[in-house]
């Protein structure tokens, strides 16, 4: 286990994520993650990205690039709204959430404590 969890993380360092996918259930699924959204007068980044994240069966695996602190995360899906809050400790490689729904489009944000936000998109 721990070796397939070094691959999944040595791969999303050398391989971003940057496709959008339907895949079957125990697939691994992509999440899209893009720039920060525009919040205001909450601060914008440039191209780089400190967050990836893939579904893997029912967790969402959240790998972080640098020490981006404490990560707040909101998951919602288009049909029924907020399904849920995390805070995620982003000076750890990677984090995990609980994720067991249904087929549906999903969209993830992350806020850091930097003042940076981040959404993540993904369909089941």
């Given at each position: 286990m721990k070796r397939v969890l070094i691959a999944i993380i040595a791969f999303s360092f050398f391989c971003p994520i940057?496709?959008?996918s339907v895949a079957q259930e125990g697939d691994q699924i992509p999440i899209v993650v893009k720039k920060p959204k525009d919040l205001g007068d909450r601060p914008r980044s440039g191209g780089f990205l400190p967050i990836s994240a893939i579904l893997l069966s029912e967790s969402i695996v959240v790998f972080f690039s640098g020490n981006c602190g404490n990560v707040d995360v909101v998951l919602?899906?288009?049909?029924?709204?907020?399904l849920g809050t995390e805070t995620l400790?982003?000076?750890l490689i990677f984090d995990t959430i609980p994720f067991n729904y249904g087929p549906g489009h999903y969209t993830i944000t992350f806020f850091l404590s930097s003042g940076y936000v981040y959404e993540g998109l993904f369909d089941i």
């Open positions: 940057n496709v959008n919602e899906s288009s049909s029924s709204g907020v400790d982003g000076s």
